[in-house]
């Protein structure tokens, strides 16, 4: 993959160049004052059909049709006797008005399909959908998934259409909270990435562009179909879920260990992960962090921070192989036929997360350690991922979005607010089987390498891996990042 | 697969049919009264290969030269330059005396290859292999790994020529060993499973016997390279060394978090498995081990049974649909791929591998605790795999060597006496990385469901689990099996 290809024109919206680690990137800010551009950028469509109730289905429909305010139809499509009937009609969709209905006839209406079904029901159906499409639709996805199933299979999209792709960088709980706020906040919303994986009609760019405008993404990046769904399965079982799970599951024990009651424990691994540590990169940055930390500290965290980045390095190097090969969506397809005889377990039972229960009860959240060690360890598998991506050759608004925005804007606010299990259990199926699968392995090797080389080692090791650290040229990546960064912290009701 | 399709003849040795579980198998008994046999089974064999000089090969060559004594010429077959060459004179074989040599050479000169290379050196090199064959030769393997990988990319066996396995239900180091014993205790070795996958010369199945009874099998069952190499991987991944690896990793924590010393849940989860646990097992079965139980202890041991019976069963399903999928097969290979950069860590250098170095130190192997928990999970886990492999359809004496005999008279035993890092660290490369993937998943998953369900659970769950445990057709297999066993444990140097 280059990143020479990804740049392209728009005459609807106004395209901007930042140069990010001394590679240009086009993009496209959004914000409310756009919305009036949308109909322009959907010229051709008269209705589009929103299909799946899911986290994204939900929230992707009720931006879409709030920020068309009826200029153009958007309709919600179910598989026929759905129980998320009940949900659409609460948000507003209704068969008496004609925006809400059984999905194959919804398909077959509209002009624009956005498939938002889980991966395992485009898999199962994508025959019958591709033959219910209008021969000129545009076909629309959030994720690559779709593409890596069909390559594994030996098949393709319908010809003869549109296929784009508006992926935004953040769970869908996330996508409507921050839209709700943009009414207060202009330009309150999760970035995208968009693709174009089919243009027969010309209008892809354009109707990309206004689909994610439309979301209220702050700003949109380019990237391909095969780019998103490689980076997005291997971070979502990195350092998005499996990896952070993998890497407070083994400090909790580090911490309990070394004589820190169960709630200290749970202070200074998960809320220091998912508070503190998180809101301090959202918004200064990985450097900002660690100039933040005193001598000492600076110290602590640059040991942790040496053990824990060729763990980081050397799994998300394993994960991204078994992405690329299709071993993980396989793995998914599989896990997808077995989940009716053997459902996926919670994880919220096992003591560490019991002992979370109370720790979260009493907790106060300034008073949250930012924990040194904890940071060093998050931050070295975190640029562990960060240096995979750049080594497979993506984009750098990719790779600081799947790696460090969607962790500290996006997800990991939710799991501080509401607790681990609720993240892992709200995420897609295929996020949630990744990072059951992945998280032990991070722990493992974490408690199997990492550790014992902070515990054990007696020379100055690793002066070459904190050089680089600061020297990192993804510090100015997230710099530029967070000057398009809307004014407001994610909100999690 | 049936079973039913794997009856043969054979002229040369005297098959018997034993009943296990309702299902006839046809078994050939081996011994040392059996080596004259020998060159009528390899008729038309002057020469015999085995090509490598890992923990097999080395196994193989001697016990063949031995059994042959003279009357086959048996040659080692090493690539250029291999640091192998050393150990192999040391061994007695010898360039002087054409026993060994650079490996095309040997192959190009043999009538019969014994293909007991890497899996990865398999992958990589099997075309010039296949090339350097002559015309009718038979091709031997120890493992279905190469038609697993062959399957995945679309190839197969080069036509014209016998292809057969012998696939030694143990470690090399075993294999050799028990051999050694058969000297004084004749039939000491360890069981073996043939396969014929192609048989051009219809003497295939006279040399894979005659290969299985001079490596010192103490009986032969016949089985498909296929679903030998789907039990295989599956059980190395499960209880043989993935499955017990995690399961002890989680006792370990659970008997320490409960008030034991390091030194004390070492004991109780660990050496009780490796110990008395495989100990009993080996000679009494699994209904064995229960019923020697006091009923206090027989309640422990169900509680946990049945809690971790789910586990096993679950996951040694999941393992079975990569295997069976090709997953494991291609992660393997791109494992290979990344070793050089990513070489694998070891284990042994957590907190809980150096609390048992020193546990072991002052162990009394008399005053070990069978400890009816862990008995239980351990139970557990193992009837969890016997149950997956009885769905998909394997023969009972595969079912019960690759899940119980294999563990309890190979591998525990090694792993008691020399600890878990010998053992992950002396299996072929494709266990290591398997167990690597898979020990953690048995941990978390066991507790994250298992232990709570044992500790919060309230009502009297799982008695229709302890019925079947009970009532399991595996006891009789375990009990027939054990009168073909060779009254002579593992000796471990």
Redesign the interface.
């Known amino acids: 993959m280059t990143t020479n290809d990804l740049d392209f024109r728009t005459t609807v919206f106004d395209k901007e160049y930042i140069t990010l680690a001394g590679t240009r990137e086009g993009i496209v800010r959004g914000g409310r004052h756009l919305f009036d551009r949308l109909p322009q950028a959907f010229e051709g469509v008269d209705q589009i059909a929103v299909i799946g109730w899911g986290p994204q289905g939900s929230a992707q429909a009720q931006n879409l049709r709030d920020s068309l305010g009826g200029r153009l139809k958007v309709v919600v499509g179910l598989r026929a006797g759905s129980s998320s009937f009940a949900a659409a009609r609460a948000a507003g969709f209704s068969e008496d008005d004609g925006t809400l209905g059984e999905m194959f006839a919804v398909i077959a209406a509209s002009d624009m399909v956005l498939l938002l079904i889980s991966d395992a029901a485009q898999a199962e159906l994508h025959e019958e959908i591709f033959g219910a499409l209008r021969p000129d639709a545009t076909l629309g996805l959030s994720h690559g998934f779709l593409l890596g199933y069909l390559t594994q299979q030996g098949s393709h999209f319908p010809t003869g259409l549109d296929v784009i792709a508006v992926c935004p960088k953040g769970m869908g709980a996330s996508v409507r909270a921050l839209y709700v706020q943009g009414a207060e906040t202009n330009g309150a919303g999760i970035n995208a990435s968009f693709a174009v994986e089919q243009n027969v009609s010309g209008r892809a760019v354009e109707r990309a562009l206004g689909w994610s405008v439309a979301l209220g993404a702050p700003y949109t990046f380019r990237t391909t179909l095969r780019s998103e769904y490689l980076s997005d399965l291997t971070g979502e079982r990195a350092i998005l879920l499996g990896g952070v799970h993998g890497i407070v599951e083994s400090l909790y024990?580090r911490f309990e260990?070394q004589g820190m009651s169960a709630t200290e424990a749970y202070r200074h691994s998960v809320d220091a992960v998912t508070g503190p540590i998180s809101r301090t990169v959202s918004t200064d940055g990985l450097l900002g962090l660690y100039q933040r930390l005193d001598d000492a500290d600076r110290e602590v965290f640059a040991r942790a921070y040496v053990a824990a980045y060729p763990v980081g390095?050397?799994l998300t190097?394993?994960i991204y192989?078994?992405v690329d090969?299709g071993?993980e969506i396989?793995?998914v397809i599989?896990?997808g036929k077995?989940l009716a005889r053997?459902p996926m377990?919670?994880?919220d039972?096992?003591?560490m997360w019991r002992a979370g229960e109370i720790a979260r009860e009493s907790r106060d959240d300034k008073a949250l350690p930012l924990d040194p060690f904890t940071a060093g360890v998050f931050c070295g598998v975190m640029m562990g991922q960060i240096d995979t991506f750049i080594e497979k050759g993506h984009p750098y608004s990719e790779i600081a979005n799947e790696s460090v925005i969607e962790a500290t804007d996006s997800l990991n606010p939710y799991m501080h607010a509401r607790g681990v299990a609720y993240m892992v259990d709200n995420c897609s199926t295929t996020a949630r089987l990744g990072s059951?699968?992945w998280?032990?392995?991070f722990?493992?090797?974490l408690?199997?390498?990492a550790?014992?080389a902070v515990d054990?080692s007696t020379s100055e090791l690793g002066a070459d891996l904190v050089k680089a650290f600061e020297e990192h040229p993804i510090h100015e990546v997230l710099r530029i990042c967070a000057q398009m960064r809307p004014p407001v912290d994610i909100f999690v009701q």
Chains 1, 2 share one sequence.
């Open positions: 024990r260990d390095l050397e190097h394993e192989d078994e090969a071993n396989r793995s599989l896990a077995r053997f377990g919670r994880i039972r096992a003591e059951r699968k998280a032990p392995r722990d493992y090797l408690t199997q390498t550790y014992p054990h």
